[in-house]
C-alpha cells in the first residue's frame, strides 16, 4: 500500500520569512496530493491540492510543488504570518480509489 | 451553514463500555467518512460512506461499525471500548468522493480507562 513520508516534524520559522514542507509518496499510482491544516482543537481544513497532470500550484501566499518522477511533493509558504502557526498534513491517493494516505504531521510555528 | 457536527466533543468511557459518535453534514454531499488521529500517526479511515446506503472498511475497521442513516447522518459505534481506541474521532464529508477536497468536523476526544 501507499506510504507518505512528512518531513520535518516541526518547524520554526520568523515571521515574513518562508517556509518548505517536503512529503514522499511510494505508490507510483498516486495521482491526487492535497495539504491539509489543522489549527488547535479544530478539524484539518483543505488548504490546497493537487494532481499528478501538474507541476505546481499556487493559491497566493501558499504553493505546492510535484515531481514525479522523483515521487515527492513540497508546500511552500511565503511572507509568513502569526496565523500560519497550526500543524500541516499532506496526503495522496490515486484518484477513484477511497484510500487516501496521510503522512503524519508537521507542526510549524511562526516566530513573531 | 454549520458545515460537519460532530457529537459529543468529549467522551470517557470504560473498557467494554459502548457508545455512538454522532455526525451530520449540511452541504448535501454524497460522501462521508470517519477517521482516527492518534500522535505520530496522521489521520487513518475507519469506515467511509460514498453514497446514502452503502459503507465500507477503511484501513482500520476493527472494533468499530458505522451506519448511514440518511444522506445528511453517518453514525460510529464502539460496541465494546477498548484502551486501544482513545483517540481523537473526525468525521468528513465530500461532494467530490474519493477523499477528495474533505470537510471535516471539529473532532471527538474519546478516552478509554
Known amino acids: 500500500g501507499e506510504n507518505v513520508e512528512q518531513h520535518p516534524s516541526t518547524l520554526s520559522v520568523q515571521e515574513g520569512d518562508s517556509a518548505v514542507i517536503k512529503c514522499t509518496y511510494s505508490?507510483?499510482?498516486?495521482?491526487?496530493f492535497p495539504w491539509y491544516k489543522q489549527e488547535l482543537g479544530k478539524g484539518p481544513q483543505l488548504i490546497i491540492d493537487i494532481r499528478s497532470n501538474v507541476g505546481e500550484k499556487k493559491d497566493q501566499r501558499i504553493a505546492v510543488t510535484l515531481n514525479k518522477t522523483a515521487k515527492h511533493f513540497s508546500l511552500h509558504i511565503t511572507e509568513t504570518q502569526p496565523e500560519d502557526s497550526a500543524v500541516y498534513f499532506c496526503a495522496a491517493s490515486n484518484f477513484g480509489n477511497e484510500k487516501l494516505t496521510f503522512g503524519t504531521g508537521t507542526r510549524l510555528t511562526i516566530i513573531p | 451553514n454549520a458545515g460537519v457536527t460532530q457529537t459529543p466533543k468529549f467522551q470517557v468511557l470504560k473498557t467494554g463500555q459502548s457508545m455512538t459518535l454522532q455526525c451530520a453534514q449540511d452541504m448535501n454531499h454524497n460522501s462521508m467518512y470517519w477517521y482516527r488521529q492518534d500522535p505520530g500517526m496522521g489521520l487513518r479511515l475507519i469506515y467511509y460512506s460514498a453514497s446514502e446506503g452503502t459503507t465500507d472498511k477503511g484501513e482500520v475497521p476493527n472494533g468499530y461499525n458505522v451506519s448511514r442513516l440518511n444522506k445528511r447522518e453517518f453514525s460510529l459505534r464502539l460496541e465494546s471500548a477498548a484502551p486501544s481506541q482513545t483517540s481523537v474521532y473526525f468525521c468528513a464529508s465530500s461532494d467530490q468522493g474519493s477523499n477528495e477536497k474533505l470537510f471535516f468536523g471539529s473532532g471527538t476526544q474519546l478516552s478509554v480507562l
Open positions: 505508490d507510483s499510482a498516486s495521482n491526487y
